[in-house]
């Protein structure tokens, strides 16, 4: 960011944070992003990401409530928006942020899933969102003209094989984003995704290959792979005032990698590598 104070760009404007976990995860860097450029917001997460995370220090540096909620619980995520009513009033913006398979942290092969875990994938990390927006309409506490963020992965058009049921899970996301899009039109309100390519936090980590996702997208990318701070003032832009008119759309934020073929720089590795071979 060039301007360290900001652009003012969410001046006055409101919203919930769902899924940071610590000071790597990019919804914590979109939070201090969206808190320099003058928003408010309440920041969430699942009780037990609360207990192993460290929101609490993202809560201090912001002056955000921190309200726990289990995205596949309608009860609490109601509860998150009556509570977000009072503690801000309506608001401007929801990021989504969430996303956990309990089949790649288990190492199982996308042919041998198990498949209580497998609607765990799809529940927290696609369903979840089609919840949040039902309650946050429902209850009111969104304002015409919103704005609704939720971090996706090429895989949801592209396969990764270490992605597993989560390549199934960003399809679905993607999907529920275009649907509801189209059904708040009517009020202004943008829903889209953002396709970030491999970013190096807590979660990405624990995906076993993530550092062999994350070099071959940073060699074939042109502009290389975004941070996850690049990423944050990206999503800005979305919940601004200067996108009003971009709905129902999965922006790729991938310097580049989503419409390359491949680089000079890998063939020239591939040669050498098979003249070596030789």
Request: aromatic content about 8%.
């Amino acid at each position: 960011m060039s301007q360290e104070k900001g652009y003012g760009l969410l001046k006055g404007k409101k919203g919930i944070i769902f899924g940071a976990l610590d000071e790597r995860s990019i919804a914590w860097r979109i939070a201090l992003a969206c808190k320099r450029e003058g928003a408010d917001f309440v920041l969430t997460n699942a009780p037990v990401a609360l207990r192993l995370g460290t929101l609490d220090a993202l809560g201090e540096e912001t002056n955000a409530p921190i309200i726990p909620c289990d995205v596949t619980d309608d009860e609490d995520v109601e509860a998150l928006m009556k509570k977000t009513k009072e503690e801000l009033g309506s608001i401007d913006f929801i990021l989504h942020a969430v996303g956990m398979s309990p089949n790649v942290r288990k190492k199982k092969d996308y042919k041998e899933l198990n498949y209580n875990w497998y609607k765990q994938t799809l529940d927290i990390s696609a369903i979840s969102l089609h919840r949040v927006l039902h309650h946050a309409e429902k209850t009111g506490v969104l304002n015409d003209g919103a704005s609704v963020v939720a971090l996706s992965y090429i895989g949801a058009q592209r396969i990764f094989s270490k992605y597993s049921d989560m390549n199934d899970a960003k399809a679905l996301l993607e999907s529920i984003a275009r649907n509801y899009g189209s059904r708040l039109a009517d009020r202004g309100i943008r829903v889209n995704t953002v396709s970030q390519a491999p970013t190096k936090t807590s979660a990405g980590s624990g995906i076993k290959g993530f550092d062999s996702m994350y070099t071959f997208a940073e060699k074939i990318a042109p502009l290389g792979n975004p941070s996850a701070d690049e990423c944050a003032d990206y999503c800005v832009t979305l919940f601004s005032d200067l996108t009003r008119k971009v709905t129902m759309q999965n922006l790729y934020h991938d310097g580049g990698f989503v419409t390359s073929g491949i680089s000079e720089e890998m063939i020239d590795g591939l040669v050498k590598l098979y003249a070596d071979e030789e």
